[in-house]
């Protein structure tokens, strides 16, 4: 039975109902994505029904149930989260720095940069574009989207074809561009 925006707005017990009846279901669901990480999963959960309570509009579809929507920001949301936890540094412990290896030549750092400019500027400038909202100024799809003013499919889309072309530039050095 789909909830009015306005009493998911206004009236707490909407909320409560949403999450009584899909609650356990999602919670058992993000336990998967998340290997196991009950308390990580319980966040996910309430992160979940906090986009339910932003976005009420998604209440008044005509769906008899609103748990494929809360499984498809779950799962988004997961995703995230652990892109997220991967961009950070890990932390490392003081010892472990005894045997850490040594930093790498200040000079193939030069010419590796060089390289990669050069490769950054043999794509087209609507490729090169997409690559320095998406990486160098660490925007989503979304953002960078709205920034150039263009669909999200289609900064998707160039990135992929961004990163195969940088792929080929720079093959001597063995990068995992995803392309």
């Known amino acids: 039975m789909p909830l009015s925006p306005s009493l998911l707005r206004t009236d707490p017990e909407a909320l409560a109902e949403l999450q009584r009846d899909h609650g ?6 993000l336990l998967g994505l998340t290997a196991g990480d009950s308390q990580r999963a319980e966040d996910l959960v309430q992160e979940t029904l906090v986009r339910a309570w932003q976005h009420p509009e998604v209440l008044e579809s005509a769906h008899e149930s609103m748990r494929p929507w809360l499984f498809t920001v779950a799962r988004r949301l997961a995703i995230d989260a652990r892109r997220a936890r991967l961009s950070r540094p890990q932390e490392v412990d003081p010892e472990g720095l005894e045997q850490a290896p040594a930093p790498e030549d200040a000079v193939a750092g030069s010419v590796t940069a060089i390289d990669v400019r050069r490769a950054v500027g043999s794509l087209g400038p609507e490729h090169r574009e997409v690559l320095l909202q998406v ?7 979304a953002e960078a989207a709205a920034e150039l003013g263009i669909p999200a499919g289609t900064v998707k889309s160039r990135t992929y074809y961004a990163l195969r072309a940088l792929k080929k530039g720079l093959q001597g050095y063995g990068y995992g561009l995803g392309a």
Do not use: N, P, T, W
């Open 135 to 141: 990486y160098f100024q660490d925007r989503s799809v």
């Open 24 to 29: 356990r279901a999602l919670f058992g669901f």
